[in-house]
């Protein structure tokens, strides 16, 4: 192949991935309209980025305070000691999503990091009992590998997963005394 048609492939994934990143519930028949494509060349490139793992899914972004919870930032500073194999299986077997599930926290987003600290949790649970409860899971499966953590209570979500919040203009209450 070409790589003048490689360069051409990736700039129509782009084009569509850009297009779902807007609106992943937006129809093959539209993003074809929008890209100026088939709906067949549509949809065959979207399952191919589906089947590479380019698109990991597809989600909703809800408000929270609506499903009567709260959300949490969970920030991790790791020791110096190695994390033995069996550990790293159970972060990759997500035992801390099951756990975290037994008492009603669910974790939003996971990410290792490089920087002042190593591990982000974002999590929603109940009420911060719960919360605090999700953290002595996290420190039961990895507490001798903790240094240091902080949890840090969400107070408005302006943008989630590229989305801006339709309520955005409730910002301003936190910025009045």
């Keep these: 192949m070409a790589k003048s048609s490689i360069k051409q492939i990736e700039q129509d994934e782009k084009k569509i991935l850009n297009e779902l990143l807007k609106n992943s519930n937006k129809s093959i028949n539209d993003i074809a309209k929008t890209c100026k494509f088939s709906r067949q060349k549509v949809w065959r490139v979207i399952k ?24 949490y930032i969970l920030l991790i500073k790791r020791n110096n000691k190695t994390f033995p194999d069996k550990l790293i299986k159970k972060i990759i077997d997500r035992d801390l999503t099951n756990n975290g599930k037994k008492i009603d926290a669910e974790i939003i987003n996971s990410f290792f990091t490089h920087g002042i600290y190593d591990w982000v949790i974002c999590f929603n649970a109940n009420d911060i009992r719960e919360a605090k409860s999700f953290i002595e899971e996290v420190n039961k499966l990895y507490g001798e590998y903790i240094s240091e953590s902080y949890l840090i209570e969400k107070m408005f979500t302006a943008v989630s997963s590229r989305v801006t919040n339709p309520e955005i203009k409730k910002l301003n209450d936190f910025f009045k005394v």
């Excluded at 589906?50 to 499903?67: F, P, Q, R």
Aim: hydrophobic fraction near 25%; glycine fraction near 8%.
């Design 48 to 71: 191919n980025l589906e089947k590479n793992h380019t698109i990991w899914g597809y989600t909703t972004v809800v408000d929270e305070e609506k499903l009567n919870k709260k959300g």
